[in-house]
């Protein structure tokens, strides 16, 4: 199974991005799908979440300016990110837990980072 993530680049404070996550390989179903953020210096951490029945949950910093979708059609996760601060410069990872055999247990799968960038 592999993520690819895509859409990080360079906006200007106040601007709008949207990144995209696809899983593909041998996938039984996903569960969760995830966006986390490592700025320079600090610890990962999570941003955004879906569940396999389209709940969300967001950080308290990016509620009411980011936005988490998901295609189950098409295995992708979509984090579109308005009104950026300068803040919320990082590299942003989305992770998926994924089932890829009608045995064992789901696995966390990671994408690679996708660089964000806001100019203020």
């Given at each position: 199974?592999?993520?690819?993530?895509?859409?990080?680049?360079?906006?200007?404070?106040?601007?709008?991005?949207?990144?995209?996550?696809?899983?593909?390989?041998?996938?039984?179903?996903?569960?969760?799908?995830?966006?986390?953020?490592?700025a320079?210096?600090?610890?990962?951490?999570?941003?955004?979440?879906?569940?396999?029945?389209?709940?969300?949950?967001?950080?308290?910093?990016?509620?009411?300016?980011?936005?988490?979708?998901?295609?189950?059609?098409?295995?992708?996760?979509?984090?579109?990110?308005?009104?950026?601060?300068?803040?919320?410069?990082?590299?942003?990872?989305?992770?998926?837990?994924?089932?890829?055999?009608?045995?064992?247990?789901p696995?966390?799968?990671?994408?690679?980072?996708?660089?964000?960038?806001?100019?203020?």
């Open positions: 199974v592999q993520l690819q993530a895509s859409g990080g680049g360079l906006v200007q404070a106040g601007g709008s991005l949207r990144l995209s996550c696809a899983a593909s390989g041998s996938i039984v179903r996903i569960n969760s799908m995830y966006w986390f953020r490592q320079p210096g600090k610890q990962r951490e999570l941003v955004a979440t879906i569940t396999s029945g389209d709940s969300t949950n967001y950080a308290d910093s990016v509620k009411g300016r980011f936005t988490i979708s998901r295609d189950n059609t098409k295995n992708t996760a979509v984090l579109q990110m308005n009104s950026l601060k300068p803040e919320d410069a990082a590299v942003y990872y989305c992770k998926a837990h994924i089932r890829t055999s009608y045995f064992g247990s696995e966390d799968y990671w994408g690679q980072g996708s660089l964000v960038t806001v100019s203020s």
